[in-house]
């Protein structure tokens, strides 16, 4: 056979085999049974070395280049195999994207109204210059009725709307808060003891300014009231506070909360035993439509009650009621929830249900703040 | 019944002063629901008093017979207001009333097909006679009634009267009862007028019930202005108009009483409810009913007229707010006398018989007690329309000691309301004086001369009040002379010297006891609308920090958990004695001494009881997969420090974190005790406990299932939490299905975090070399814990491991019975230099050996 049928009978076996490769392994056999050492087209370039020199000039570039068009023939199958191989992966691993998500990752739990009412109380409250202060829920008598000027024999006392507590080993009579105001008085009260537990806010100096939120309960379970339920109150001690700025607090916080950019209010003269004088407040409001409007229309909805500082709690904290004076308010989360966000049922807030919780309840990042707004 | 006398003591209208007092400043949330009228009530709930608690209703006429005033209705509502006699409502009941006609019931028949109904054929001056059914058992023939057409609304009922078909009769309007009318709470039949009462009049202007009624509340130190004469004077203090006196001077007597001075017989050491007691004898009245004016006007603020005397003492207890009760003298055997009752009973006016024991005062004859003191009379001696002989009492007595009474016996009644407010001690015998005279004038009579026992109290209050004071408390400014003329006019008197005053109380004002109280009086006749409002200033410019520790941490509980998917819920802080037992509480000094319902009876030691009811009822509403949590507080104790905050979360159904129910990628699986531990450790990161660093011990709560749960630890002494599987047998008790995982946080246990002299952190070094990973499997045995293995490996050498995690677990036959294995990629990070293949091994080999040692295990080969 001649050299050159040899060289195109090579060629055309080598290009079909390697036109057939469906993998970089029989691609590298091919490879190998060619150009390997013992290959096929490498044992034609060694046969070169028997060849007569004449013979050599013309063999030894066919040869070679026989060499050269597999070599280039196997890279450019072995690119393209790797190609192949990687769509082919990249196939089996196509997803259809447009199938639903996992709920769960997208779907975030629900902060309850009351705790995100009391954040935007205290981001309001924080911004004028108030700290936030705490008592304990089971109160002790003295604090949540003596202290607060109920007097000894009143009949509060005695009354069927407090829940009082079975004694205890420490013999001294307990209640469960009917308010938030014995934190006044815990928050007042001149002494050096530190505080029992770390929640509780420590006696402080005049000026005090602090706001108390917290749990009440009233032996009342009606239409309207539920046994358990939040209140917030305020406190301004120092030496000159009155009722033109008490005014001022709470229209501005009135204002802030609803986010309106006027509130009329209504003070009424009332009556409160730890408070002198005492008022009432009323907000205007619109009720003409199926929802609460505040801040327009000509209708009054009672909102807080608030009024000085009784002297007789202030001496009970052991400060001079003619050098030391101030204010304080109080008024239900609940309701003021309610008033806001339109939830039409106090019960409803103690449930847990889940429909309602998913409903009224707000985003786990809509943090109330005064520069981001407190609801979106 | 509606003959019988429920007079004066009587009238069920008012509640007791205590609710009230301990109105705390929130309770204006009671109005609230005015938004929302569709609660159920609750179980164990009792009836609101409140509603007509502290409310007072007089007419404008009323209110001119003592206040000599131009200004028109709602002027006078709008001052009430201001001046702290808050308006409730104010209704022109004629206008209320013009739609109902009287009417003659011509004739009144059997319903055929019901036996309580009546057909009636009814002349209202139409014309024609109207066919109604009826259904008040006092519907006959002949009665002159009132009547409303079709399209007449009924404010008692809430409805508006339709043409209608009853069992088969026609029947084109109502006959009325006064409780149908609002007028008062009879329900007893359909009105009954006089015979002669014209037919088709408007029954507004019949009665006459014309004129504008005020409903207002009064806060409970305000006895003064539980009578229109008090209220009266407030207005003219306000200067709406002027106050009006009224004749209380001594009515002459004739002759002997023949009932002495009432003695007062108490021990030393008894409460005594009496204080001054004043009776007087008045002989051979003509009683039966009052004048209609008298009538009209105690029906108009929804009292029934019962006879002339008892009429009369209504007026001056809502006239002058000085409560009376009248006797029949003719009734009372022998001499009465006051005393505590001694384990008796009374057949009240209310027809109900009260138990009394010794802590409350009657009156009493020699056959027992006549009347239970300030509170409510006896039917014994109550007046009748026969009455010829009255005893009339006007007594003062101890305000608390009525409360208590009233409270003890649950009788709510117009003269407690007022008694146990305070009433003036100067009005006791001239009060007895004017109830004389207007007997003597309706009733004719002679007055036998007064008999009166014991002695008034007066407060005598004096105040030292500086003019500078209601400036320094309200910030406004005002002329002394305008201070002195309010005051002046609300009774005080003056004894100036230099910028003080010297300020005699009145004896109707004991409330007034302090300088700020007087405050308040200026305050309120000048109006809190009328104080300049002036800006709080800031205490520091820039807010230092506003939260403490724990209130941050509740926030930060709450949004993270939220944001793993679980809903905030806020459960009653109490819950039954079984449950808080089971869980951990029940102690008795966590029990209410007066609970509410059977299942609130304890404060909850635990916030799991209150989510899993809430699991419970959800999960009857159709919900199973659920994930809700609570941030509040539990009771350990009664102390201030056994009040602890937790964190507490449930799961159950399959609502783990990637979601509940069913799905295209699988089916969910049942959440299980990872899930709680991975609720529970996402939340300490969040707040900066590294989950890394705690104890993870298989000390599962009781709650838990026990091999399914574990506690969180910080040393040995602080616990951080609980998580687990709910234990089944719990959660069969509990009555509730499937799987629930669970955790608690205590967020009081967590460290302070340590007070630092600066913000500054360490300084954080980064290696450039890579970090290389060895792998290592052990066989040991399976109660060995991951936490061993790790914390051993970790160990291994503590320069240069940086991380360890476990990568599988697994038990079979090969690798022995009660074996496992465990393997675990140790990465090692080298710091200034490449580590070579010895220190490599080194390091593998420190590895195999501190974990082999610590947990008896072998290296798998």
Known sequence: MSLDSQINALRTDFSAAIAAANDEAALDTIRVSALGKKGRVSALLASLGSMAPEERKSAGPAINGLKAEIAGLVEARSTALKSAALDARLKAETVDITLPLQPAPTTTGRIHPISQTIDEITAIFSDMGFSIAEGPDIETDYLNFTALNFSEGHPAREMHDTFFMKLGPDGIKKVLRTHTSPVQMRVMQKTNEKPAASYLTPAMDPPIRVVMPGRTYRNDSDQTHTPMFHQVEGLVIDQSSHIGQLRWVLEEFLKAYFEIPNVTLRFRPSFFPFTEPSMEVDVQCDRSGSEIKIGEGSDWLEILGCGMVHPNVIANAGLDPDVYQGFAWGMGIDRIAMLKYGMPDLRAFFDADQRWLDHYGFRPFDLPTLFGGLSS | ?861
């Open chain 2, 1 to 861: 019944m509606s003959k019988l006398p429920s007079e004066f003591y009587g009238n069920i209208a008012h509640t007791h002063k205590a609710i009230d007092d301990a109105r705390g400043f929130a309770d204006v949330f009671v109005e609230l629901i005015k938004i929302s009228r569709a609660l159920p009530p609750m179980i164990g709930g009792k009836p609101d008093f409140r509603q007509g608690a502290k409310h007072m209703k007089f007419t404008l006429d009323w209110l001119k017979e003592h206040l000599d005033t131009d200004a028109s209705p709602a002027e006078i509502g709008d001052t009430l207001t201001l001046i702290g006699l808050e308006l409730e409502g104010m209704e022109d009941q004629g206008k209320a009333l013009s739609s109902f006609v009287t009417a003659h019931v011509v004739s009144a028949e059997q319903h055929p097909n019901a036996d309580k109904l009546r057909v009636c054929k009814v002349d209202a001056g139409t014309g024609e006679l109207i066919d109604v059914v009826c259904g008040a058992p006092n519907a006959r023939t002949g009665l002159k009634t009132v009547f409303a057409a079709p399209g007449t609304y009924i404010p008692g009922k809430d409805m508006t009267i339709g043409k209608g078909n009853i069992r088969g009769q026609v029947s084109n309007g109502m006959l009325c009862s006064n409780a149908e009318l609002e007028l008062s709470k009879d329900h007893d039949g359909i009105i009954e007028l006089p015979e002669d009462a014209p037919i088709g009049l408007p029954y507004s202007k019949f009665a006459g019930i014309d004129g504008v009624v005020f409903d207002i509340s009064i806060t409970p130190n305000r006895g003064d202005a539980t009578g229109v004469y008090g209220i009266a004077r407030d207005l003219a203090a306000y200067g709406l108009g002027t106050l009006k006196s009224t004749d209380m001077s001594p009515v002459p007597s004739k002759g002997k009483s023949p009932i002495a001075p009432l003695p007062q017989q108490f021990g030393a050491d008894e409460p005594k409810t009496i204080r001054r007691f004043g009776g007087r004898y008045i002989k051979g009245v003509k009683n039966g009913p009052s004048p209609a004016w008298l009538q009209q006007r105690l029906r108009a603020v929804g009292l029934r007229p019962i006879n002339a005397i008892v009429d009369i003492t209504n007026w001056v207890s809502l006239g002058w707010g000085r409560p009376l009760h009248a006797y029949d003298a003719d009734k009372i055997v022998g001499q009465p006398v006051l005393r505590n009752a001694r384990n008796e009973s009374l057949d009240a006016l209310d027809n109900k018989i009260y138990t009394l024991d010794e802590t409350m005062t009657v009156v009493a004859d020699e056959s027992g007690p006549l009347c239970l003191g300030g509170i409510m009379g006896g039917i014994r001696s109550s007046t009748t329309d026969e009455t010829v002989n009255v005893f009339m009492e006007c007594a003062s007595w101890d305000p608390d000691l009525i409360a208590r009474t009233g409270r003890k016996t649950g009788i709510v009644s117009d003269a407690r309301y007022r008694l146990e407010r305070h009433v003036d001690p100067a009005l006791t015998d001239p009060g007895l004086e004017l109830a004389t005279r207007l007997v003597l004038e309706l009733c004719g009579g002679e007055a036998i001369e007064p008999v009166i026992s014991g002695d008034d109290v007066y407060a005598n209050t004096v105040i030292e009040f500086p003019l500078s004071e209601v400036r320094r408390l309200t910030g406004l400014d005002v002329e002394p002379m305008i201070v002195t003329a309010i005051l002046t006019k609300l009774g005080f008197e003056f004894a100036p010297k230099g910028d003080v005053f010297s300020v005699k109380v009145p004896s109707w004002r004991p409330d007034v006891m302090l300088k700020a109280d007087l405050v308040e009086e200026v305050m309120r006749m000048i109006g809190v609308d009328n104080i300049p409002v002036e800006p709080l200033a800031r205490l520091s410019h820039v807010a230092p920090r506003m939260l403490t520790t724990i209130q941050n941490r509740r926030r930060i509980a709450r949004r993270a958990l939220a944001s793993r998917g679980l809903d905030e819920a806020v459960t009653w802080s109490f819950i039954s004695h079984d449950e808080a037992t089971r869980f951990g509480g029940g102690q008795e000094e966590l029990q209410l001494a007066n609970a509410i319902a059977a299942d609130m009876t304890d404060t909850r030691p635990s916030l799991l009881p209150g989510l899993l009811a809430a699991a419970r009822r959800n999960a009857n509403r159709g919900a199973h997969d659920l994930g809700l949590f609570e941030v509040g507080q539990v009771f350990l104790s009664a102390t201030p420090e056994g009040q602890h905050t937790y964190a507490t979360g449930i799961r159950t159904g399959t609502a783990g974190i990637t979601g509940a129910g069913r799905h295209w990628s699988g089916k969910a699986e049942k959440v299980g005790v990872f899930d709680a531990k991975a609720d529970l450790a996402a939340t300490l990161d969040a707040l900066g406990v590294d989950i890394d660093k705690v104890h993870i011990l298989a000390e599962p709560a009781p709650w838990s299932h026990p091999g399914r749960g574990g506690r969180i630890a910080l040393g040995p002494k602080v616990t951080l939490g609980w998580f687990g599987e709910l234990h089944p047998a719990w959660a069969a008790e509990l009555d509730l299905t499937g799987p629930v995982a669970a955790f608690e946080i205590d967020l009081d246990a967590l460290p302070e975090p340590r007070k630092k002299a600066t913000k500054t952190k360490p300084a954080l070094a980064l290696s450039s070399l890579m970090p290389l990973s060895r792998d290592f499997a052990f066989v040991v045995d399976s109660a060995v814990s991951a936490t061993v293995i790790l914390r051993a490996a970790r160990g291994a050498d503590k320069a240069l491991i940086k991380d360890v995690i476990i990568f599988d677990v697994f038990e079979g036959s090969h690798v022995g019975e009660g074996k496992k294995s465990v393997a675990i990629e140790v990465t090692i990070q080298p710091n200034d230099r490449t580590l070579t293949d010895e220190e490599i091994d080194a390091i593998s080999a420190s590895v195999v050996a501190a974990v082999t040692k610590s947990s008896g295990g072998v290296l798998r080969t």
